[in-house]
């Protein structure tokens, strides 16, 4: 599997295995370690909320592939938020996993103004700060945010000691979020794209079953490979084996500039759309 490199020099791998929705139970631990060993796949994303933890960790448990190379990712939820929380949500996080080190640990969604317009932004800083120490007592080989627009990521810049390596974000053909991958760019921050099929919904688009059936692959192989053409690293959910296996084969075929013109001009179709600064939880 081919790598990134993050802003601290530790690599990950391009493509990742997403897991929210996926159970916490022997089916879901059985389509994570079919995804380690039959597919390839050596990323794996969870969060404390998906509530799979425990899943995710005895599936790379069995796979009898070594700790060290398997990239792992989880995130800290909305309610740990807060320097002193941090610390024993991420305790939680190891518990469930059952592994003593993490290789990414990501804030999950930023406080915002609407929720807490005087503290939002300290609300960030401070959770921010007990992600730093944590990585600095080696616990975590990198840190990072999810769903953070610029003026979310604006204050901590202005502040933080060590910048994030990695910003999670809703990127599908539907849901480009242009300036916000942009942004990041600009600053060294590696964008994963979630839900880079768009739950499904790009699936079913004309442009990209059109440019599908020219190139003889899937609609899902060519949303995957135009997330990557863009430098982006797409987290990938399925639990169904042959699409398990399509969704890492995107290495041995290319999409024309024609093909990435059409699916950039692309604006709505489907996804979950969600604006951080107007979710409820
Ligand atoms: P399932 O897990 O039942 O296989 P996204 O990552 O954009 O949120 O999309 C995830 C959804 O897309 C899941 O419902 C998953 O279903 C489905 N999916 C994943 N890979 C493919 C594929 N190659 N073809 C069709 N649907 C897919």
New binding site residues.
């Given amino acids: 599997m081919q790598t990134y490199k993050l802003n601290n020099g530790v690599e990950i791998p391009v493509i990742g295995f997403?897991t929210?929705e996926t159970p916490n139970d022997a089916s879901g631990a059985e389509a994570i370690k079919y995804a380690i060993t039959q597919a390839g796949y050596t990323h794996i994303d969870t969060a404390a909320a998906y509530r799979n933890e425990e899943s995710v960790g005895k599936a790379v448990r069995e796979s009898g592939i070594s700790r060290d190379k398997i990239f792992v990712t989880s995130k800290l939820w909305n309610t740990k938020r807060g320097y002193d929380n941090v610390f024993r949500a991420f305790e939680r996080t190891m518990q469930n996993l059952q592994m003593d080190y993490l290789d990414l640990y990501l804030i999950h969604w930023p406080a915002i103004q609407s929720q807490y317009p005087d503290s939002w932004t300290q609300i960030n800083y401070d959770t921010w700060r007990a992600m730093e120490q944590l990585y600095k007592d080696g616990k975590i080989r990198a840190i990072g945010v999810s769903n953070f627009m610029p003026h979310h990521l604006e204050p901590l810049l202005d502040k933080c000691d060590v910048v994030p390596a990695v910003n999670q974000i809703e990127v599908?053909p539907g849901y480009q979020q242009v300036e916000a991958v942009e942004f990041c760019k600009q600053k060294g921050i590696l964008v994963e794209a979630w839900?880079?099929?768009?739950?499904?919904d790009a699936?079913v688009n004309q442009t990209i079953m059109g440019i599908a059936d020219r190139l003889g692959r899937?609609p899902?192989q060519v949303c995957l490979r135009w997330v990557l053409d863009k430098g982006l690293l797409p987290l990938?959910?399925?639990?169904?084996p042959t699409?398990i296996l399509?969704?890492i084969d995107v290495f041995d075929f290319s999409l024309t500039e024609e093909d990435t013109k059409k699916i950039d001009a692309l604006t709505d179709c489907g996804?979950m759309c969600l604006h951080p600064d107007k979710v409820t939880f």
């Fill in positions: 997403g929210w599908h839900s880079p099929l768009g739950r499904g699936l899937t899902a990938v959910k399925s639990v169904t699409r399509q969704n996804g």
